[in-house]
């Protein structure tokens, strides 16, 4: 079993940063990577970035310039360091790890005023 909890969202101007953190606690030597995912209003889920237990990391297009995908594994922590923040990237962020299931977050809510 794997546990997550994200934490660091909120409410930002157009332009702003926010910082996510993902604390991962139980089974973590059993996960393979661990992603962001994000899902607005009337949209499906779509991934964010992702971070394997390597340290090798991937993004989807509209992150890339913007958003920064990192790992503390001394803290077993992933962060997503977010720039640059745009009034659609308005939307319930998830982490999410891939181990023997999937494990999910709560979620953590970002709001990106215009």
């Known amino acids: 079993q794997v546990q997550l909890a994200e934490s660091g969202g909120g409410l930002v101007q157009a332009g702003g940063s926010l910082r996510l953190s993902c604390a991962a606690s139980g089974s973590i030597f059993s996960i393979l990577f661990i992603g962001w995912y994000r899902q607005a209003p009337g949209k499906q889920r779509e991934l964010v970035a992702q971070i394997t237990s390597g340290g090798l990391a991937n993004y989807a297009d509209s992150a890339k310039g913007r958003f920064t995908i990192s790992r503390d594994s001394a803290r077993n922590t992933v962060y997503l360091q977010m720039n640059s923040l745009k009034p659609e990237d308005t939307a319930v962020y998830y982490c999410?790890?891939?181990?023997?299931?999937?494990?999910w977050g709560q979620g953590t809510q970002v709001t990106v005023s215009s």
């Open positions: 999410a790890a891939v181990a023997d299931v999937d494990y």
